[in-house]
């Protein structure tokens, strides 16, 4: 099988470009893309990626493959071959450190500025803050999120304004706390989305979606947050 | 968290629900219009005249012209924002729609009232 890797080396290279490996599959096995860079590695030690555990828990191996966002470990070559040819590219719009390596700062910086972590100046009960079934409930579907940038890298509003649209990702964990029972900065949360980028870059096109290794719905929970911002105005 | 904004209303929120507003507003009189040119075949001008003469038709075209300026300024910043990287390039460019949305309200009303 053909598989086109994007080549860049800052230290050597004077643009980046595509290398293409030939390399012969294993018969009658659906194998990893993850699996396949493992296989190239080991024929071109040179071939840069993060990987860790190697089973769509860590969010390390995000890429772009044949044109879709996805964790190489757990996307089946079958699904990522087009016309017989695999190609792998870095998460697109974040700046390429070497090879498939991106700098994810810039991701990062926006998952900061929604403040992740649960407000609540209450003081701490004894053992814990409780929850009824129906408060934890509404978190399913917020907080599955490994943070792998598929989706944020997916959006051309975070293409276009990365220093100031929070993204997918990082507005879906905004909700994640809006929809808490235990947080109690939710007015505070609220202003800090209220502007035309922070949330209203998004114009619901859903590429998060259709890329999500998780299945997760930040469009879903950028529209709560929306109907949130409009019930406390209105 | 973006606190210096140009937007139309400098919040997030009021954009977006002036752009939903002002579409609805605009869906319905395009509805109407072809509406009423579809049930009128054989429409002359005294009764195209009448229809625009009429208070609540003049209402309708004064809040779909504002709409019209409302939504593509709001649009258009978006856009600029989104492409346009150079602080005077864009400048220029929001200037400019500012100033073609005011022509053509004042333009607008001009001919529909017929002053």
């Given at each position: 099988m053909l598989v086109s890797i994007y080549r860049y080396n800052p230290e050597k290279d004077d643009?980046?470009?595509m290398q293409d490996y030939d390399i012969e599959l294993p018969a009658g096995k659906d194998l990893m893309v993850l699996?396949?860079?493992n296989l190239l590695k080991a024929q071109d030690p040179s071939i840069s990626y993060r990987r860790s555990c190697r089973e769509g828990v860590c969010g390390s191996d995000g890429m772009n493959m044949s044109g879709k966002n996805g964790l190489a470990c757990?996307?089946?070559v079958s699904e990522a071959v087009k016309k017989g040819k695999l190609v792998l590219r870095p998460l697109p719009g974040l700046p390429v450190v070497r090879d498939l390596v991106v700098d994810m700062g810039q991701f990062y910086k926006q998952y900061e500025k929604i403040r992740p972590f649960l407000i609540n100046d209450a003081p701490a009960p004894a053992i814990e803050r409780l929850q009824s079934p129906e408060e934890r409930e509404k978190l399913d579907g917020l907080y599955e999120c490994i943070l792998c940038a598929c989706c944020s890298t997916a959006c051309p509003s975070f293409w276009w304004n990365p220093d100031k649209f929070v993204g997918p990702s990082g507005l879906l964990q905004a909700y994640r706390f809006l929809a808490d029972s235990r947080d109690t900065a939710t007015q505070e949360r609220l202003s800090d989305l209220d502007d035309p980028f922070?949330?209203?870059r998004c114009h619901g096109i859903m590429n998060c979606v259709n890329v999500c290794p998780?299945?997760?719905n930040p469009t879903k929970a950028i529209g709560n947050i929306r109907t949130m911002l409009l019930q406390r105005a209105t | 968290m973006v606190t210096q904004i140009t937007s139309f209303g400098r919040s997030g929120l009021y954009d977006w629900m002036m752009q939903r507003v002002s579409a609805v507003v605009l869906s319905l009189y395009t509805v109407f219009i072809i509406g009423y040119l579809l049930l009128n075949p054989d429409l002359t001008y005294d009764q195209w005249s009448a229809l625009f003469e009429a208070t609540w038709m003049r209402i309708f075209s004064l809040m779909v012209l504002l709409s019209i300026g409302m939504h593509s300024w709001i649009g258009l910043w978006s856009i600029s924002t989104d492409y346009i990287k150079a602080t005077?390039?864009?400048f220029f460019f929001q200037s400019l729609c500012g100033l073609?949305?005011?022509?053509?309200i004042v333009w607008?009303?001009?001919v529909l009232w017929g002053l």
């Open positions: 643009a980046p470009y699996d396949v860079l757990i996307t089946p922070s949330v209203f998780k299945g997760l | 005077g390039a864009r073609v949305m005011f022509v053509y607008g009303v001009q």
